[in-house]
């Protein structure tokens, strides 16, 4: 049989069982096709993909190491080498990993999406902010990561005390998923922490509606309903001064 033909129809098996979900079929197939012809980058990029998605961090992150040392311009390949890193908490590695693919195309927004994750789980707020931003501008629409990157913003402003911006990014993640929970109670707290305790306990009896049975939910709602009973009456005590 044709060399070149049987590595063309190996391929065409590893990718039909990928696009279907079928990792361990693909895996035999892409190890086949390296068989074949071991020089050539996409088959480890392709094999390190599948790898991860079966969760075999380390071995995904040696197939694009193998990618990238015959495509050193491979961003993608960047991009999943950084990503298997992460699943392995290899968080500084895996910055490299993530700057090197934005390098090559500035505009890559899942690779600042997952940047700015990174920065966010290392406490780097003010870089997770800048990082956001960036997804957020390259993203589509309504993809789902761009509605995260709001949220996850808005986090990182409530971290560093911008409760102003935190409020707008919640507030753009509800526009689109009015029913979303952890934002809700998210704003809920914001509004709390601001003494702004109409508008927590607006937001806690909406998150009420969706998870009734929650305790954690009830006590946070007395507390509010306790700052807001106080704050009524000292305003009709200064009233009556």
């Known amino acids: 049989m044709n060399r070149q033909y049987e590595l063309d129809k190996t391929l065409i098996d590893a990718y039909n069982y990928h696009r279907s979900d079928m990792y361990r079929e693909a895996l035999e197939c892409y190890m086949a096709a390296a068989e074949l012809d071991r020089e050539n980058n996409e088959i480890w990029f ?9 969760g075999n961090y380390a ?43 934005i390098k090559l195309d500035p505009e890559y927004a899942m690779a600042h999406y997952a940047r700015a994750n990174t920065y966010y789980f290392s406490e780097s707020y003010a870089e997770a902010i800048k990082d956001y931003t960036e997804a957020i501008t390259y993203l589509p629409e309504f993809a789902d990561e761009r509605e995260d990157a709001y949220y996850y913003r808005a986090l990182c402003y409530e971290k560093i005390g911008s409760f102003d911006f935190a409020r707008m990014d919640y507030n753009r993640v509800l526009r689109r998923s009015p029913n979303r929970y952890d934002t809700i109670r998210r704003r809920a707290l914001l509004s709390f922490k601001e003494k702004k305790y109409q508008a927590a306990l607006k937001d806690i009896l909406r998150a009420r509606e969706i998870y009734p049975a929650s305790t954690r939910l009830s006590q946070i709602q007395k507390k509010i309903e306790v700052q807001l009973e106080r704050s009524v009456s000292e305003n009709e005590a200064v009233s009556f001064r």
Not at 46 to 54: A, R, T
């Open 46 to 54: 392709e094999m390190g993909s599948c790898l991860y998605s079966m």
């Open 59 to 101: 071995k995904s992150l040696e197939c694009g190491l193998n990618s990238l040392k015959l495509e050193s311009s491979h961003k993608k390949a960047w991009f999943n080498c950084g990503l298997a890193l992460s699943m392995m908490d290899e968080d500084e590695r895996a910055l490299s990993f993530y700057s090197e693919a």
